[in-house]
């Protein structure tokens, strides 16, 4: 833990942005626990609470993330200044917007100036996929992998893939300008889900790195195909306009890829906390 606090110090500002992030989304629980999530004609205020969350954690990671990047400073500097910026207005327009009781995207209700800032929103948001797919791409250099912590990278790699299915659930939503699809088939599932293989690939090879019964790269190979498949066959279950809750051969698929990724996780967690009990063991006895 202490190497992903030291890591988090290092991007102190990219951090505190996230940490607002949950801090907003924690706010607008307690009113919603007081007053009800609906406000006005379109605010869902439980929206709000799920996006400022989301989005916190996702800047905590990418605070931890960056220092792996064969970013300059100057580079580094760059991203940190937009995306700190750019989360901020996020926050701020699907927070206040939900509170006016207007959808900030796609509001049917509001003025023109209230569809000028979804327009700005929907831009906001192309303008971080594209910086982040530059992030992305430091990851994939050649010279990327030759380093000691090559399996962190290798889990950034998997981890990116899956966010940029994520991105392009986003991309997706923007264009139809609806998170629904066919008769069930709900976008933000794909979106939201294909994030988190964003911290599950990367932790798992950053506890590989914590202990000494799995060497090599294959386990993280399998939990990284695990969660690519599980956020692969989301996707073709929301194409076919479907329910992700609607038992199909597609779904056990996906549950099966994600038990695996789980229970890959799971095991290596466990394979840690062994080693480390052994080790105090013996200084004990020493």
């Known amino acids: ?5 030291d890591l988090l110090k290092k991007e102190k500002a990219l951090t505190l942005t996230g940490f607002l992030g949950l801090v907003l989304g ?7 626990l007081l007053f009800g ?7 869902d205020l439980a929206k709000a609470v799920s996006f400022n969350i989301a989005l916190g ?3 905590l990671t990418t605070a931890i993330i960056v220092s792996f990047a064969n970013f300059s400073h100057k580079a580094k500097m760059i991203f940190r200044c937009f995306y700190i910026i750019t989360a901020l207005y996020s926050y701020g327009i699907e927070t206040i917007q939900h509170f006016r ?3 900030p995207r796609f509001t049917q ?6 569809g000028i800032f979804g327009l700005l929103f929907g831009l906001v948001s192309i303008a971080m996929i ?17 380093t000691e912590r090559s399996r962190v990278i290798l889990g950034v790699r998997y981890g990116m893939f899956s966010t940029m299915l994520a991105f392009a659930a986003g991309i997706w939503i923007i264009t139809i300008q609806s998170r629904f699809i066919g008769e069930s088939g709900n976008i933000i599932w794909l979106h939201g889900l294909g994030f988190h293989g964003l911290q599950l690939v990367p932790l798992i090879a950053w506890l590989l790195e914590k202990q000494s019964r799995f060497i090599g790269m294959r386990m993280i190979h399998l939990s ?3 969660w690519s498949f599980f956020i692969i066959l989301i996707a073709l279950q929301t194409m076919l306009g479907r329910t992700i809750f609607e038992m199909s051969y597609i779904m056990i698929g996906t549950v099966i890829f994600f038990v695996i990724s789980i229970g890959i996780l799971a095991i290596v967690i466990y394979t840690v906390l062994k080693d480390r009990n052994i080790k105090t063991s013996i200084s004990q006895n020493v």
């Open 130 to 146: 594209v910086f982040y797919v530059i992030l992305a791409m430091q990851f994939f250099r050649k010279d990327s992998m030759k």
């Open 109 to 114: 209700v509001g003025s023109p100036l209230d």
């Open 101 to 103: 009781g207007i959808d």
């Open 1 to 5: 833990m202490k190497e992903l606090t």
């Open 37 to 43: 999530a609906q406000v006005g004609l379109e605010g």
């Open 26 to 32: 924690g706010l607008c629980q307690s009113y919603i």
């Open 57 to 59: 954690i996702f800047l």
């Open 224 to 226: 990284g195909l695990s």
